[in-house]
Structure formats: structure tokens, C-alpha cells
């Protein structure tokens, strides 16, 4: 009897610590479903990128993203989030020119249910307009970063090889592109984006 006693009081400890932590996204094993495969593998190379160069991926978000660099460091080193669900809640209101703060904040309420599904929520549905939008991001965040792609190109990214000081790099059948990843600040990112207040937030906190 003391026994199940001891278990109790160890679960409901175990219980009342959990309660206590804040709601993250996928940080361990990387493996999201957007309902697009291509995305899907952009979103775990991101993932690879920005957990090498921490400080190249926060100039992507808030460069070209729009969102505040305080959110974003808070997101990456305070709340736990992975940096491809902070790529993607950034990428998500960029295609529909709100900020990026109103993704996490909904995220945030139901976790669990996955990007896939708060993106059709949200309007961005796979062939939609918004999700064309979200892929085109892509290939600009890595032609930035120094590896150009094609959406829907068959393509694997290694940034062991291909991350920031490493040289040229090319994908199949494009010219090589000078490595300018990590100046990710520079350039107008946000150009024909007039919705909303993400695109003019230009990673002022």
C-alpha cells in the first residue's frame, strides 16, 4: 500500500512539472506533414540549417520574414521551438500578410494538431495560390543561403557541405552561385508583399 502511495505522489510530480512547460513544437527527430513532400524535406533540411548557423537563420527570419527578432529568439532558445516551425509559422503568415506572432500564438493553443492541418485551417491548402507562395519562399531562403532549387526539384541539401564560408554551391542543372548565406539581411525580401504587418516588421524588435 505504501507502495502505490509512493507512485502516486512520483506520478502527480511528474504531472505537475509537465503542466508547467511551455507548449513547443517538434524539436527532436524532425519529421512534419504538410501534406506536400517536397515541403516536407525543404522544412528538415531548414531544420539542419538552422540548428549549424544559428545566427544566419535568425537574419533570414527577421530579414526577409518580417518577424521581430526578439519573437524569434525567444521561439528558437527560450520556448524550445525547432527552426523549421519557426521558419514555417513566419512563412505561413508571410503568404498571408499577417504577422508571424498571430501563427505561433494559434499554434501554440493546439499543438498537437500539426502544421499540416492549421495551414488548410488558415487557407493554405496543398495547390492553393498560398501554398505556391510558401514554396516560392523556400527557393528564395535558399538561394540566399547559397543553394539555389526549382520547386519541386528532386533535390537533397546537405549543409555540412553547402552552409555559410563554404564556398560555391549549385543544385542539378542550375550555374553555381556565389555562398552568400548569412547575409540574409540584405535585399528587399519582402517586395510585392503589401499585406498585413509582417512584411514591414524588418526584424525590429
Given amino acids: 500500500m505504501k507502495t502505490l502511495k509512493i507512485a502516486a505522489v512520483a506520478a502527480l510530480l511528474v504531472w505537475a512539472i509537465a503542466s508547467t512547460v511551455p507548449a513547443k513544437a517538434q524539436t527532436v527527430g524532425y519529421n512534419v506533414r504538410t501534406g506536400d513532400v517536397w515541403v516536407d524535406t525543404r522544412l528538415g533540411e531548414i531544420n539542419d ?12 527570419m527577421t530579414g526577409h520574414y518580417g518577424a521581430p ?18 521558419y514555417f509559422a513566419c512563412a505561413i503568415a508571410r503568404a498571408l500578410g499577417i504577422p508571424c506572432l498571430d501563427v505561433v500564438n494559434r499554434y501554440e493553443r493546439n499543438p498537437g494538431q500539426g502544421w499540416g492541418n492549421l495551414a488548410k485551417q488558415m487557407g493554405i491548402k496543398p495547390g492553393s495560390p498560398a501554398f505556391h507562395a510558401l514554396k516560392n519562399g523556400a527557393v528564395g531562403t535558399y538561394d540566399r543561403w547559397g543553394y539555389p532549387i526549382r520547386i519541386d526539384q528532386r533535390v537533397s541539401v546537405d549543409w555540412a557541405q553547402h552552409g555559410p564560408g563554404r564556398g560555391k554551391s549549385s543544385s542539378p542543372g542550375q550555374g553555381g552561385k556565389p555562398d552568400h548565406a548569412g547575409h540574409a539581411g540584405k535585399g528587399n525580401g519582402n517586395k510585392g508583399n503589401g499585406k498585413g504587418n509582417n512584411g514591414k516588421a524588418n526584424g525590429r524588435d
Fill in 49 to 60: 540549417y538552422g540548428r549549424r548557423y544559428h545566427d544566419p537563420f535568425v537574419s533570414e
Fill in 69 to 86: 527578432r526578439s519573437l524569434v529568439l525567444d521561439l528558437l532558445d527560450r520556448r524550445g521551438w525547432a527552426p523549421a516551425d519557426v
